[in-house]
């Protein structure tokens, strides 16, 4: 049965709402949410913090971008109100919205703004105006704006001692690192006070404790693992899903040395029976890719075709002198990772390669998962390159052809093998109202309101 | 100086601006909507001649002329006619550049061409297979077709939907200021301004804008009211905000900071407080109702007089209704939505409820009811709308009520009037 993430956003696409139309929207009550991920600091700009649609979402609580982009992916105002590029798109000034207040009740100034934008992005000359602030880069940046809509340009004011403050719909009024964080209602919000008095977000909970705190009526929002979206929904679950917004791919630890290990990674991208995986382990959930990026925001996935084909796999390995076998590195802690690694090895075999699963430190390939970094293909593409140890492609224009010949060219490289586009899934308690996520998973918490049917 | 690659100002500064003034291509859809003013559905026809010889232009390149197999795979879940169209086009085009289309074993070339989108463009690519296993990828853009259409006027039993206005920004209010056989005044409340239309040489011109301002953000699921005055042309009510048009042309708007009651009805004179960050009025009235000058914190409001007294009905914010007839506060549950109001018609007894309804999707509708009692009699078939409903207020004449909804498909608010007919 096909099952990808097209059927199981029904409930969500229509501009993500999950909404009776029956009543106004209530304010008040508290909104609980359960998350995998335990983060040590929430602030937007730090690097060292695993990234995943659940941290952008909590982080956009908190912190503001100076733009957003919609779910037609087009940018709109945020803490700027307009923009402007000079000629060559080096140089940009973003004029701020006035009145915009931090959650310690100061003012949003150019030159916090302009402090905020430095940490992210030490290479990029950040001024402040009298009402705006100017970015200038080395290179034309026509794609700027977008960047600026990342979560991890959020805009955030840096205090002594790690404190880190925003001015999004929410202030943190409780914070343990890793464990638990506390949001409450900033009632100055410039986009207007959100309808939930606050917000608690349990954090380092399996997939299998959230969705038994949801059954509990403990928590309004979980975490679905992409297999067990299904059984999941089959439960009777409202469950609401991203387009796809991961890539799971095999990822080499270095260039290929040689034609003949060029060749042997041919073999083993043309062994591996995507459709079987989704079907059995991912229980029809995701997309087979032969792409980096998901259709949904280049247009051209199916191009590269993600199909097994044995024939050639063995024709090719049959040019093939010497292939050593190689050990596939997995995340030990993802139960997803070590099925899929082990289906792979038996693809291979069948091939002709041999593919040892291991959870050693310093595999020849290892089985990752690339969250999709932006909807904007432009951003996305160079991060997927460096995430895989590729040189950032040459984008200098809005050409699809250029965009489609830069990923094109680092598939060629061979250092990594896309392997399915997921989706990021979460189970709604059936109190949650006006619930909407945007395609790349981007919660609008600020517009959902608790209903009086909480278990 | 503008960057050659795409337009230097993406959205251009105004130092007062809240929220992005829309594009005109949203106002234009509008106007264009209204144009179509007594119920006939739009019809939007797409152009695809550009992006049709541009592709063509780049699969000519790579073949050279001569004779190709075309296939187009539709991926976008365009409907047949366009894929045929397209279809078409690109046969042609590819005709005029030496490019004969011809069966797939009389070919030197197969071309398949894929007519795909992304989040923000249709994308058609073209897989161009020739001798001895040459393989190409060619493709171009296209801007998406928005498939905004309208919902045309259900089979009117005893509601008459009639469209009245539809445009990006959220409509609050629409007051209709002047009309012979059909409205030629319109002034449309959205949070940042009142905008006046008038219908001249057979369309839809905005006659003037006038800036709402205000100090304090707005709330969120915002609600406003334009009440048309005798003596100027309108007051608008907004949460914390009431502006006040001037007598004289061109109209100006002179708002100001102030918690004065909105006007819960044009027929009698009650008004009722609204919270000034909520969306929500916050349960206490002026001048009273009898002995009573309070209820619960309620959405919406609607009389029904009686032969002695006025029964108010109130829809509380949880979710009951309170029947309040100037001595007791009635408390009930009628299964209704948040927004109710009535109207005064030359039908059943005279007044009737207009009211949403709970769904369990995100479509919504009104219904009426007459009320001989204390129990509401359904009165009308339900009228449909693509969206929850964000607005019903009656309007100024009494008998005839505006209601907004947000359309779920194409996120536009939409404004209609509701007219109630007898004997259908």
């Not at chain 2, 130092?15 to 859809?29: C, H, T, V, W, Y």
Request: with cysteine; glycine share 8%.
């Amino acid at each position: 049965m096909l099952f990808g993430w097209r059927s199981l956003v029904v409930s969500s696409l229509l501009f993500g709402m999950v909404a009776t139309a029956e009543t106004r929207p209530q304010y008040g009550g508290t909104l609980h949410v359960a998350t995998r991920i335990a983060p040590a600091s929430f602030d937007p700009a730090d690097n060292s913090q695993p990234d995943s649609v659940a941290r952008r979402n909590l982080s956009r609580l908190m912190f503001d971008t100076l733009v957003v982009m919609d779910h037609r992916g087009h940018l709109q105002p945020a803490l700027a109100t307009s923009w402007q590029a000079a000629p060559g798109s080096q140089r940009w000034q973003f004029w701020l919205r006035r009145g915009v207040k931090f959650h310690d009740g100061l003012p949003l100034t150019p030159e916090a703004v302009a402090a905020s934008l430095r940490v992210p992005n030490p290479g990029w000359n950040v001024s402040a105006g009298v009402d705006s602030v100017v970015i200038e880069r080395e290179a034309a940046a026509p794609d700027l704006p977008a960047e600026l809509a990342r979560a991890r340009n959020g805009i955030a004011k840096r205090g002594a001692g790690g404190s880190v403050i925003g001015t999004g719909p929410f202030h943190a009024s409780d914070w343990q690192p890793g464990k638990k964080l506390s949001l409450s209602a900033y009632e100055e919000y410039w986009g207007g006070r959100a309808f939930l008095d606050a917000i608690e977000v349990e954090m380092g909970r399996s997939n299998r404790d959230q969705l038994i705190a949801l059954e509990l009526g403990k928590t309004d929002i979980a975490e679905v693992a992409t297999e067990q979206a299904q059984r999941t929904i089959g439960n009777g679950r409202r469950v609401v899903t991203s387009a796809p917004v991961e890539l799971m791919a095999l990822v080499f630890s270095r260039d290929k040395q040689s034609s003949e290990e060029g060749k042997q990674r041919d073999v083993l991208a043309l062994s591996i029976d995507r459709a079987s995986i989704r079907s059995v382990v991912l229980q029809g959930v995701g997309e087979p890719s032969g792409a980096l990026l998901p259709n949904w925001v280049t247009g051209y996935a199916f191009v590269f075709s993600s199909d097994q084909n044995l024939g050639r796999a063995r024709q090719e390995r049959s040019e093939i002198q010497h292939a050593p076998a190689w050990t596939l590195g997995y995340d030990a802690g993802d139960p997803l990772a070590r099925v899929i690694a082990e289906r792979i090895a038996l693809n291979a075999r069948d091939a002709g390669i041999t593919v040892q699963t291991t959870m050693s430190a310093n595999p020849d390939l290892r089985l990752t998962r690339l969250v999709l970094s932006s909807p904007n293909p432009r951003i996305a593409l160079p991060a997927v390159a460096a995430a895989a140890g590729v040189g950032a492609p040459n984008l200098n224009s809005n050409s699809i052809d250029e965009l489609y010949q830069a990923e094109n060219a680092i598939l060629q490289t061979q250092r990594l093998v896309p392997l399915f586009q997921l989706p990021a899934g979460f189970a709604l308690s059936s109190a949650l109202q006006d619930w909407s996520e945007d395609r790349d998973g981007t919660w609008h918490m600020d517009d959902v309101w608790l209903g009086s049917t909480r278990p | 100086m503008i960057s050659p690659r795409q337009p230097a100002v993406y959205n251009s500064p105004i130092a007062e601006m809240l929220i992005p003034s829309p594009g005109f291509s949203s106002r234009a859809s509008s106007l264009l909507l209204v144009l179509c003013f007594w119920l006939t559905p739009l019809s939007y026809g797409a152009d695809w001649s550009t992006p049709e010889q541009e592709l063509a232009r780049k699969i000519a390149a790579v073949t050279g002329p001569g004779t190709v197999a075309l296939e187009v795979v539709d991926r976008a879940s365009l409907n047949k006619k366009d894929v045929d169209d397209i279809s078409r086009g690109l046969r042609v085009h590819l005709e005029t550049l030496g490019l004969r289309a011809v069966k797939p074993e009389q070919a030197a070339a197969t071309v398949q061409v894929s007519l795909s989108e992304n989040l923000q463009s249709s994308v058609w690519v073209a897989e161009i297979h020739q001798g001895a296993g040459e393989f190409s990828v060619v493709m171009v853009t296209a801007p998406r077709l928005d498939e905004a259409t309208f919902a045309g006027e259900p089979a009117p039993l005893n509601i008459r939907k009639i469209p009245l206005w539809s445009q990006e920004e959220r409509i609050l209010d629409v007051a209709v200021l002047e009309e012979g056989s059909s409205p030629s005044h319109l002034a449309v409340l959205d949070p940042d301004k009142v905008a006046l239309y008038r219908f001249t040489d057979g369309r839809w011109q905005r006659e003037q804008v006038m800036e709402v301002i205000h100090s304090r953000p707005w709330p969120r699921d915002m609600r406003g009211r334009l009440v048309p005055r005798q003596d100027h042309l309108l007051d608008a009510y907004l949460p914390g905000v009431i502006c006040q048009s001037s007598n004289s042309t061109p109209i100006s708007l002179a708002c100001r900071a102030s918690d004065d009651p909105w006007p819960l009805s044009s027929s009698f004179t009650l008004g009722g407080f609204f919270a000034p960050t909520r969306n929500y009025f916050t349960g206490v009235f002026s001048p009273g109702i009898g002995k009573l000058s309070s209820t619960g914190k309620f959405f919406s409001a609607a009389p029904i007089p009686r032969q002695n007294y006025t029964l108010w009905m109130f829809a509380t914010v949880d979710g009951q209704i309170h029947l309040l007839d100037g001595i007791t506060d009635q408390t009930t549950r009628w299964n209704w939505g948040s927004d109710l109001t009535s109207v005064k018609t030359l039908c059943g007894s005279g007044w009737q409820i207009l009211a949403t309804r709970p769904s369990d999707n995100v479509t919504d509708s009104v219904r009426a009811y007459e009320l001989p009692d204390r129990e509401p009699v359904l009165a009308s078939q339900a009228v449909d709308f693509a969206g929850g409903v964000t607005a019903l207020w009656t309007e100024a004449k009494g008998s005839t009520a505006i209601v907004v909804s947000r359309n779920a498909e194409t996120g536009n608010y939409d404004a209609f009037r509701l007219a109630i007919t007898c004997g259908q």
